[in-house]
């Protein structure tokens, strides 16, 4: 058995046969984790904003003294940048 088994199809991909701006990520993160660093850059450029995303997403629900809407906000937009940036550049 592989974890590849087990990784979600894109309906994008899969019903209209076009990438979307998250293609990609699952294999990325999964890359990390197995210490591929590299790998993972290449295959999905916003992996370690994403993954630091959800690392601070997390501490939100934890901490709940402190606020961090801004940060998760300035993630997002850095996120957004990064995601249309690689998709041109993979596509284009």
Sequence with gaps: MDINDFMLICPSK????VECLGC??????VLVFE???SEAFQMYPAVYT???FFLILGVSFID?????????MILVIINLI???VGYIYKHY
């Design 14 to 17: 899969k019903f209209l046969g």
């Design 24 to 29: 990609g990520a699952q294999r990325a993160i």
């Design 35 to 37: 210490g591929k660093f």
């Design 50 to 52: 994403l993954l630091l």
């Design 64 to 72: 709940k003294k402190r606020k961090y809407g801004n940060i998760l």
């Design 82 to 84: 990064i995601m249309v």
